[in-house]
């Protein structure tokens, strides 16, 4: 990316479940083998030199991980929490692993924009 002139200050780091089994949903491994797989994952963006946070929806969590509440060792990083709702970043109730707050909300999806031609997401932003 830096060498195609391109700053960017922040990546996302995006934890959700597909909705198909098979090789391209990384996190039909078990709940064991998707946790060992997401905290090497979380070690390497660590130690890549770049800011990282991580997308996720704290609502299927359970899909992936043993229970809501698995911390992958990543609650040092943002959070960007998809909850549909008010677009209030203070309003997110429901946060996976040892997070407490969110930096991002997505919330609302599939939203018909014009000016792409096709479906956005709505989203939020701390400053």
Do not use: H
Not at 38 to 51: D, I, R, T
Not at 52 to 63: D, K, L, M, Q, S
Not at 78 to 85: E, I, L, R
Request: hydrophobic share 35%; glycine share 8%.
């Amino acid at each position: 990316m830096s060498s195609s002139g391109m700053t960017i200050t922040q990546r996302w780091f995006d934890i959700e479940p597909g909705p198909q089994a098979g090789p391209c949903n990384a996190w039909n491994l078990g709940s064991a083998a998707n946790l060992q797989l997401v905290q090497e994952w979380v070690q390497l963006l660590k130690s890549s030199g770049n800011s990282w946070g991580v997308y996720a929806n704290g609502n299927e969590w359970t899909r992936m991980f043993a229970t809501q509440k698995t911390d992958i060792g990543a609650s040092d990083l943002p959070f960007w929490a998809v909850q549909v709702g008010k677009a209030n970043i203070s309003t997110v109730t429901v946060f996976p692993g040892s997070w407490t707050s969110a930096s991002a909300r997505q919330y609302k999806e599939d939203v018909d924009e014009p000016a792409c031609k096709g479906k956005v997401d709505l989203d939020s932003f701390s400053s």
